[in-house]
Structure formats: structure tokens, C-alpha cells
């Protein structure tokens, strides 16, 4: 790893990283999430015409007496409950808060911080806020209206909205009881609570099966068929759900054993920072390729943890890595697709992957590989991984 970022000197021992940890404060999660939607807006090319937000809380189990434990009814556990942000794919916010709390207590100023600052970038880009119904908060819902920030959010069903989908609902059974087959049905009405200011479109998904009734209702202020909204749009929301499992159980980010609140705060967006990572891989380097939409557990086994014999001249640093290894194609790819055209010119018919011998079982020549031409037998596969100047090392 020294050799591969080009630093000669010793890197931290642990208990330097574990005095980082306890150094950590306010501003560097202020400052490291500034990384984060950098690196988000600096990953398009041109300005986007829609990005949408998807908020979700989540549990963190705790099995200590860290700063902020405090049991959650729901999860029925001691937790924290960190909150994320997702647009797509990429990660924009890993806030880690107690569970003592709302879930959505703190997202309607995350909202106003993550819109105001993509419109700096893309002035005329769409925003939409989605999330489930922990996140049908008046005041997000007022906001994003008064800020012209479209939402589509969950909403909790009560007595009210079941007395307006009464009559569907029983229709539905009556053709259940007689043909045996589930039933669903989108629709949309008005609807208005108590404390809104004025009635907002209410969208439903009912269904009648063999458990039964099970009603679902969204609000949103967006235009468009109600069936395509809900399955289109509200639904995919889950892709956020399975995002926060690759970071939490592919990336660790629930190892927050530190005492200090603070410090299991810079773990979760060391994380969170891993997570970007592995997803730039993919955008980057993986894409058409068997691994292009592969967990980060996939990729550590299949591309990242693997033996290699490293070399470095004045010119180059060679990795050696077995010539059976089956991603070894994969690798290469990857390493075409994030090579620098600023710093390293289009490689030539020699410059490109080669085998080569493993210096330790005795020298050979450097034999270029054609993409058609079968694969000379050699004992190690090396790929020249930077081929500028020691200067620029």
C-alpha cells in the first residue's frame, strides 16, 4: 500500500489511528461530507436533469456503553440510528445519530444543506425527496413546496384513509372470494390532515390476497399516472435499502465500539468513504464487464484481496500476480479503464498487459498479448501500473 500511494515513510500504527479517532470532532464530519457530495457532483460530466434524494434510517446494534445508546422499541435493541442519503447509487450523507429520536429528526436540514448546494452547481436541475413514511414530516413536506423540491413520500395509514379506499377494498374481496386470484389496484385521491394547509394528491396500492387487505398510500406533488409513480418511482426506493446493507455489512460501518459519539461518527464515514470506493470502481472500471454490478464482498474476493509480488524501478511498478488467476482479465480491464490520459499516453502494441515471468522463479522475456492471440504460458501475470517517470511517482 506504501509503495502503490508512493510514500517511503512509515504510515500510522494503530494507536495513532486510535488518536485520530478520539481527535475527531464536529467539523471533520462537516468537512469529510463535504468530500462526499464533491465527489458526487464532480462524477457527471454534464449537469443531470433529475437527481433524486432517497433519506432512510437505519439501525446500528450496539453491545456496549457507548455515548447515545439507548434502546429502540422497533429494533428492539440498544442502536444508534445513522441516517443516510442516497442518490442513486452513490452515497451523499452517513450522519450517525442516537435512537433516542425521530427517525426523521435532522432531515429536513440535511434536505435544505444537499439542495442548496447542488443548485450552486446545477441551477436548473429537479430534485425529488423520497422516503418512506418515517419522513411524512409537515415541516420537509412545507419546505420542499415553498422551495419548489418535488417529494414523494410513505404515508401512515389511519382511519381516515381507510374509510376512503373502504368500498375498493371490498370490491376487491368480493372478486377475490370468487376467482382465487390476488387482486391490486393503484388509484389516487385528495387527502388532507388535520394540520396541512391545503389537500395534497394521496396515491394507494391495494391488494387482497390470502392475507388479506394490505393498503399502502403515498403523498407526492408530482405530476403523472398514479400506477406509474408508485411502481416506477416510489418503489425503487428499495435500491437505497440494499446500498445501506453493502455499506453497513460489506464495508463495517457498523463497527462503532469507540466510546466517544464523535469517533464511531469517523468510522462510519471511513465507511462511507470505502463505499464511494467500490462504487466509482464499478462506474469506472467494471462496467460490460462479469463484476460490473458485483457486492463489495464479491469484489474484495475476486479483484482486491489477492497475493502479488510487487516491484518498483525508476520508471515503473510492476505487480506480479499468478497467471491462472480467473479475473485476470477483469483486472486489467479496470486498470485500462483508470489509467490517466493526462499522465500516461494510449499504450502501444508492447505497453499493454504482458506476461512475465516471476522474478523470483528465474527471469524471461516480456511477451505482449494480442485480443485475439491465446495466452503464452508464463508463471506470473504483471501489469504495469504506472509507466510515467519516477519524478511524477
Known amino acids: 500500500m506504501q509503495t502503490a500511494v508512493g510514500v517511503d515513510l512509515e504510515m500510522a500504527s494503530a494507536p495513532t489511528l486510535c488518536r485520530l479517532e478520539k481527535w475527531a470532532d464536529r467539523a471533520t464530519a462537516w468537512r469529510l461530507h463535504q468530500v462526499l457530495v464533491d465527489q458526487f457532483i464532480a462524477s457527471f460530466k454534464v449537469a443531470p436533469e433529475e437527481?433524486?434524494?432517497?433519506?432512510?434510517?437505519?439501525d446500528n446494534p450496539l453491545h456496549g456503553q457507548q455515548e447515545g445508546r439507548f434502546f429502540h422499541g422497533y429494533y428492539d435493541s440498544y442502536c444508534y440510528l445513522p441516517l443516510y442519503v442516497f442518490c442513486g447509487q452513490q452515497l451523499l450523507c452517513a450522519y450517525l445519530r442516537p435512537s433516542r429520536i425521530d427517525g426523521a429528526k435532522h432531515a429536513a436540514a440535511i434536505l435544505k444543506l444537499l439542495v442548496r448546494r447542488l443548485r450552486q452547481e446545477w441551477p436548473n436541475?429537479?430534485?425529488?425527496?423520497?422516503?418512506?413514511?418515517?419522513?411524512?414530516?409537515?415541516?420537509?413536506?412545507?419546505?420542499?413546496?415553498?422551495?419548489?423540491?418535488?417529494?414523494?413520500?410513505?404515508?401512515?395509514?389511519?382511519?381516515?384513509?381507510?374509510a376512503q379506499v373502504e368500498y375498493a377494498q371490498l370490491a376487491m374481496q368480493q372478486l377475490y372470494e370468487q376467482t382465487g386470484h390476488k387482486q391490486r389496484l393503484v388509484g389516487e385521491f385528495s387527502y388532507a390532515a388535520q394540520s396541512w394547509p391545503h389537500e395534497r394528491r394521496v396515491i394507494t396500492r391495494l391488494e387482497?390476497?390470502?392475507?388479506?387487505?394490505?393498503?399502502?398510500?403515498?403523498?407526492?406533488?408530482?405530476?403523472?399516472?398514479a400506477q406509474t409513480l408508485y411502481d416506477a418511482l416510489y418503489c425503487q426506493?428499495?435500491?437505497?435499502?440494499?446500498?445501506?446493507?453493502?455499506?453497513?455489512?460489506?464495508?463495517?460501518?457498523?463497527?462503532?465500539?469507540?466510546?466517544?459519539?464523535?469517533?464511531?461518527?469517523?468510522?462510519?464515514?471511513?465507511?462511507?468513504?470505502?463505499?464511494?470506493?467500490?462504487?466509482?470502481l464499478r462506474a469506472l472500471a467494471l462496467q460490460g464487464t462479469a463484476l460490473a454490478s458485483a457486492q463489495v464482498d464479491t469484489l474484495r474476493i475476486k479483484l482486491l484481496k489477492v497475493a502479488a509480488v510487487i516491484t518498483r524501478n525508476t520508471r515503473r511498478i510492476r505487480l506480479y500476480l499468478a497467471s491462472h488467476w480467473p479475473s485476470a482479465d477483469i483486472f486489467a480491464h479496470a486498470m485500462r479503464q483508470l489509467r490517466s490520459p493526462e499522465l500516461h499516453p494510449a499504450p502501444g502494441p508492447r505497453d499493454d498487459t504482458k506476461m512475465v515471468r516471476n522474478p523470483s522463479r528465474g527471469g524471461g522475456n516480456c511477451q505482449p498479448i494480442s485480443p485475439t492471440a491465446p495466452r503464452a504460458p508464463s508463471n506470473a501475470f504483471a501489469w504495469h501500473l504506472l509507466s510515467a517517470p519516477a519524478a511524477r511517482e
Open 51 to 58: 437527481l433524486v434524494l432517497d433519506f432512510d434510517a437505519t
Open 125 to 162: 436541475v429537479r430534485i425529488i425527496f423520497r422516503g418512506d413514511s418515517g419522513f411524512c414530516r409537515q415541516r420537509i413536506i412545507n419546505w420542499c413546496e415553498r422551495a419548489g423540491v418535488h417529494y414523494i413520500v410513505g404515508l401512515a395509514r389511519n382511519a381516515r384513509l381507510e
Open 208 to 225: 387482497w390476497g390470502e392475507l388479506g387487505c394490505n393498503p399502502r398510500f403515498i403523498v407526492t406533488n408530482l405530476d403523472g399516472g
Open 237 to 280: 426506493r428499495g435500491e437505497a435499502e440494499n446500498r445501506i446493507k453493502e455499506a453497513q455489512v460489506g464495508l463495517f460501518a457498523t463497527r462503532t465500539s469507540c466510546h466517544v459519539m464523535r469517533s464511531n461518527q469517523l468510522r462510519m464515514l471511513l465507511a462511507a468513504l470505502g463505499y464511494v470506493l467500490i462504487e466509482r
